[in-house]
């Protein structure tokens, strides 16, 4: 099993990026799938998490609400966070995971992607 995220980068507060997630060696329309994050210095904390069946169900942080869209397409395998009106404190790498169940702890997920860095600043 193989997850890999891009789109990772730097951006000034206020833009945007889109982060994606490719999958491969699982049933991606099996799982459930979320983003993760982790700051310097910091713990890894829950982002967002969509069910397996795509606008079933989805979580956000609450500090993401609103600025942050979590999308996937089983056709494709791929999932997607799309972040707008970013700020600094949003600065983390990112990682994706897949697992049976949807939640926002670790412990629902069984296979994590390597992550990609993203960059709030000026």
């Not at 099996?30 to 829950?46: T, V």
């Not at 404190?89 to 670790?106: F, M, P």
């Amino acid at each position: 099993v193989q997850l890999v995220e891009s789109g990772g980068g730097l951006v000034q507060p206020g833009g945007s990026l889109r982060l994606s997630c490719a999958t491969s060696g699982l049933t991606f329309s099996n799982y459930a799938l979320a983003w993760f994050r982790q700051a310097p210095g910091k713990e890894r904390e829950f982002v967002a998490a969509i069910s397996w069946n795509g606008g079933g169900t989805t979580y956000y942080k609450d500090s993401v609400k609103g600025r942050f869209a979590i999308a996937r397409d089983n056709a494709n395998d791929t999932m997607w966070l799309q972040m707008i009106s970013l700020k600094p404190e949003d600065t983390s790498v990112y990682y994706c995971a897949a697992g049976l169940s949807l939640g926002q702890r670790e412990s629902h997920y069984d296979h994590w992607g390597q992550g990609t860095q993203v960059t709030v600043s000026s």
